[in-house]
């Protein structure tokens, strides 16, 4: 029967640690009251430049002077990667590699991966840095507080642009970001709170607690709904971006309450395996969040959902390479960030965004429809 | 010493009470648990939902069951389900119509993939900890190359049937589980291979001296485990459908169903049901975690002290 102790033990142990734990997520470490109401507010803004560019676009009007870093191409842009380890960098890494094509002036594109650890990916930079070839460097932090010094030595040899992820230092020319996380939230949460009148059950789920791009999506709805009383939030969960779990989480959670009227979620690539716990006992699919993967786009067609996907857009990864090629033509740029526009996709939107030809974790907004590989380059078909 | 002779005039049926598998105590806790933090788990239903949810777990732990009792470990078996799940959708994305086909090439490359793993173990005088270890990084390379890092394609729903879909509220994916667990007992416990396997496991030089054939055997048994591989991925991807990170952790669960359930690290010993009963209290575990509000990185903490705690609960008992 020892083991039945030491089993009885392990859970408490885990029990308290889990409560440990949670206790740490409501710290509001994530949480940035200015920030949060300068995105709120730029949501609204009208974005300066065309339209049908929206890569080129920018939210505020700070465009810098960078003739300083002013250069005679052809250029060596070398590009230090966190890694390719989810559809959104596939997505972007390959908008990237098309936009490469459209710039004769750039001769050479050093690419080095960093296998989404912190310690490859600053190597990678040192060594990028003592290469002497690179006339810019573009840089996808792996995460913030550790990449952050390796950037500042960047900065201090050549002109620098961050994107993707942020870092804790102004020295890059700029950081190219859709307006930001809060926005992402608070536009779902709002959706939820506008279709629930007489409020109702709102489940949601995250990918994973910890990630700043994340929490700040749910830290700005949770306050949403906390203002909305008639709003029950049922729960929030881990769904650590698996399908499977994700699943059974909303399985369960229908059988806990019995009724869930909107799923709120800070990511998109589950969202059709939740729907599915909906389909699968047979009830009516409630009001739903998502983003801009084809697959839910497809499903919110074909079952006539009440949804709405706001983006990060994949677009950036293309936006990171002109800039490359302005600053070292010293043309302005938006600095020290370099605020893109964030669509949301609604029910008006949706059919322009839905594309049957392409991958389910193709991400709609990736600005390339108009590139030579179109769409084959992307795994889709004409 | 009173404790002692207590023991040793105990009467028979509390002896056997002793000898019962305590995966089924354990099963039987996590269960009530469940059920007394949400009653409607008693329910048909949601019984029936957490049965089909593990029904992939049980496939795979049987399948893992063979090789633990070859004295082997079969650790490529999640990135193999990942592999196959990738390959069929862009099969199926292509050729919907191939439904059947694909379902056969699922199998045959789960055979083909336990057959290299056992031809290497035997002949090559790998580990089999190291050899499935290598597969494990190949099969994960080969899939994410051959679909570019993302999911491709989508699975049709024909083929997403034996994951998803319930025959009068029983869902099919149960009776998949049920049928290659009946095949399995019978193979493992009615036949003289299933003999010749737990000597191979127990005592290889002893088997070979009295003229098994082990390196056959050892071969076998990797080809069941990746014949379990598939059909696990097949009805995991019915139920969830297509994803780069689908069967990622699966071999460790199945590795710490089959030792819930008494399977012996190093071989020779395990059997059927309780590895089943193992798997279904770690699939109910999760639930229950899940229940009570424990992020994932809690599972794995908890995931890890009961591999440990079973493995010194079973070396403990013998």
Same mark, same amino acid.
């Given at each position: 029967m020892s083991l039945k102790r030491t089993f009885k033990g392990v859970l408490a142990a885990a029990f308290a640690a889990s409560m440990a734990m949670s206790a740490l997520a409501q =710290?509001?470490?994530?949480?940035?009251q200015a920030e949060h109401d300068r995105q709120i507010a730029m949501l609204d803004a009208t974005p300066i430049g065309d339209g049908d560019q929206p890569w080129l676009?920018?939210? @505020?009007?700070?465009f810098r002077d960078t003739s300083k870093y002013k250069k005679d191409g052809p250029w060596t842009v070398c590009f230090s990667n966190?890694?390719?380890?989810?559809p959104w960098q596939v997505v972007g890494y390959k908008t990237m590699q098309e936009e490469i094509?459209?710039?004769?002036?750039?001769k050479d594109f050093i690419v080095t991966d960093g296998e989404g650890k912190d310690d490859k990916q600053i190597a990678d930079i040192d060594d990028l840095l003592a290469s002497k070839k690179c006339d810019i460097l573009l840089v996808t932090p792996n995460t913030t507080a550790a990449l952050t010094p390796a950037v500042e030595r960047a900065c201090a040899q050549l002109p620098v642009i961050v994107f993707s992820r942020g870092v804790?230092?102004? /020295?890059?020319v700029t950081f190219i970001t859709p307006i930001g996380g809060y926005a992402y939230g608070a536009q779902a949460a709002r959706f939820i709170v506008d279709a629930l009148p007489d409020g109702g059950n709102v489940l949601a789920l995250r990918i994973? +607690?910890?990630v700043d791009v994340l929490e700040t999506r749910w830290s700005a709805a949770e306050r949403i709904f906390a203002a909305n +009383?008639?709003?029950?939030?049922?729960g929030s969960e881990f769904t650590n971006d698996d399908r499977a779990i994700a699943k059974s989480i909303v399985e369960d959670y229908l059988q806990r309450?019995?009724?869930? =009227?909107a799923v709120w979620m800070? @990511?998109?690539?589950t969202s059709v395996a939740a729907i599915e716990a909906f389909e699968d006992i047979g009830v009516e699919i409630p009001i739903f969040t998502g983003e801009d993967q084809q697959d839910f786009l497809a499903k919110w067609q074909e079952k006539d959902l009440t949804a709405i996907a706001p983006t990060y857009p994949t677009f950036q990864w293309r936006t990171a390479i002109i800039a490359a090629t302005q600053i070292l033509s010293g043309e302005k740029v938006p600095g020290p960030i370099w605020y893109l526009p964030q669509p949301t996709i609604t029910v008006e939107t949706l059919d322009k965004y839905t594309?049957?030809?392409? +991958? +389910?974790?193709?991400? @709609?907004? /990736?600005? /390339?429809?108009?590139?030579?590989?179109y769409p084959e380059v992307w795994g889709g078909t004409k | 010493m009173s404790i002692i002779s207590t023991r040793n005039t105990l009467p028979g049926r509390l002896r056997g009470l002793r000898s019962i598998e305590p995966i089924y105590l354990i099963l039987l806790a996590i269960v009530a648990a469940i059920v007394l933090s949400n009653?409607?788990?008693?329910?048909y239903g949601p019984m029936m939902q957490l049965l089909r949810r593990s029904s992939p777990l049980i496939v795979l732990a049987v399948g893992q069951l063979f090789v633990i009792v070859s004295g082997g470990f079969d650790l490529s078996v999640g990135s193999l389900m990942t592999f196959l799940i990738l390959i069929c959708a862009l099969l199926l994305n292509s050729s919907p119509e191939l439904v059947y086909p694909a379902i056969a090439l699922c199998l045959v490359v789960g055979l083909a993939s336990g057959a290299v793993n056992g031809l290497v173990v035997s002949f090559?005088?790998?580990?089999s900890i190291i050899a499935t270890l290598g597969m494990l990084l190949m099969l994960r390379g080969a899939g994410l190359f051959l679909s570019g890092g993302s999911a491709r394609g989508n699975l049709p729903d024909t083929f997403r049937a034996l994951g998803r879909d319930s025959v009068f509220g029983f869902p099919v994916a149960l009776i998949v589980a049920i049928v290659f667990g009946t095949a399995a007992w019978l193979v493992l416990h009615r036949t003289s291979f299933g003999r010749q396997l737990y000597m191979v496991g127990a005592n290889p030089r002893a088997a070979r001296l009295s003229g098994v054939n082990v390196a056959g055997i050892r071969i076998a048994a990797f080809m069941f485990s990746g014949l379990s591989a598939a059909i696990s991925a097949i009805l995991l991807s019915g139920f969830s459908g297509v994803s780069t990170?689908?069967?990622?952790g699966y071999e460790l669960q199945a590795i710490s169903a089959a030792v819930l359930g008494g399977a012996v690290l190093l071989g020779g010993r395990g059997s059927v049901v309780p590895v089943i009963a193992g798997a279904l209290a770690l699939h109910a575990l999760f639930t229950l975690l899940n229940i009570w509000g424990f992020p994932k990185p809690m599972r794995d903490v908890v995931q890890g002290l009961i591999i440990i705690c079973a493995v010194a609960y079973s070396a403990r008992r013998k």
């Open positions: =710290d509001n470490k994530f949480f940035d676009q920018s939210m @505020a009007d700070n966190a890694g390719i380890f989810n094509k459209l710039h004769s002036n750039i804790a230092t102004e /020295c890059p994973s +607690p910890g +009383p008639k709003i029950k939030v049922i309450f019995g009724q869930i =009227d800070d @990511a998109g690539a594309q049957a030809n392409m +991958p +389910p974790q193709h991400y @709609a907004l /990736c600005g /390339c429809e108009d590139m030579a590989g | 009653p409607i788990y008693l329910d090559w005088k790998v580990p990170s689908a069967g990622n």
